[in-house]
């Protein structure tokens, strides 16, 4: 190492040396002050917390009261047995699967294209339902449509897959 190294290194290492020590004058001297205000400014954390509030809350209406009215939560289980004895794959097919498999938008197979279904029958149906059910390359979870149950999707899935046989 040459004379003019050593002078550099020297140099280097006594800058680094005051710049650790004012590091660790500062740290100290921010948890001094820091503990001085923390106590006097425990009021001000009451304004400051009401200062920064959201503006505005969102009201979703009263909780169900499920547990307090066994009763009425039996026409409740009829009502969604009759809903879902009326259930029409095809209208729901319509309405939630149309946009994409009525018209090929972002590579799904088309309803009534065998050639395209084929190799999807193949997999099997329980394998259509379960990319149904949890979304498959372009396609959204439940086709978009959160509402529907498994079984539903499955009546959809049978029924688009009819339409190709």
């Given amino acids: 190492m040459t004379?003019?190294?050593?002078?550099?290194?020297?140099?280097?290492?006594?800058?680094?040396?005051?710049?650790?020590?004012?590091?660790?004058?500062?740290i100290f001297l921010a948890n001094s002050i820091y503990d001085t205000y923390a106590?006097?400014?425990?009021?001000?954390?009451?304004?400051?917390?009401?200062?920064?509030k959201p503006v505005g809350e969102v009201y979703v209406g009263e909780a169900p009261k499920?547990?307090?009215?066994?009763?009425?939560?039996?026409?409740?289980?009829e009502a969604l047995a009759a809903e879902a004895a009326a259930f029409?794959?095809?209208?729901?097919?319509?309405?939630?699967?149309?946009?994409?498999?009525?018209?090929?938008?972002?590579?799904?197979p088309m309803v009534g294209n065998k050639d395209a279904w084929a190799p999807r029958i193949a997999k099997g149906v329980d394998t259509l339902v379960s990319h149904a059910m949890n979304g498959?390359?372009?396609?959204?979870?439940?086709?978009?449509?959160?509402?529907?149950?498994?079984?539903?999707?499955?009546?959809?899935?049978?029924y688009m897959t009819a339409q190709a046989q």
């Fill in 39 to 52: 106590v006097e400014d425990a009021p001000k954390a009451d304004t400051v917390a009401e200062r920064i």
């Fill in 66 to 77: 499920i547990a307090a009215e066994p009763a009425a939560a039996a026409p409740a289980a």
């Fill in 3 to 26: 004379e003019q190294d050593r002078q550099f290194m020297d140099r280097f290492s006594l800058v680094i040396g005051v710049l650790v020590a004012y590091t660790i004058f500062l």
């Fill in 136 to 158: 498959f390359n372009a396609m959204p979870p439940k086709g978009g449509n959160m509402q529907l149950t498994e079984e539903q999707i499955r009546a959809i899935v049978e």
């Fill in 88 to 108: 029409d794959p095809a209208s729901t097919y319509q309405t939630t699967c149309f946009a994409c498999h009525g018209t090929g938008a972002a590579g799904a």
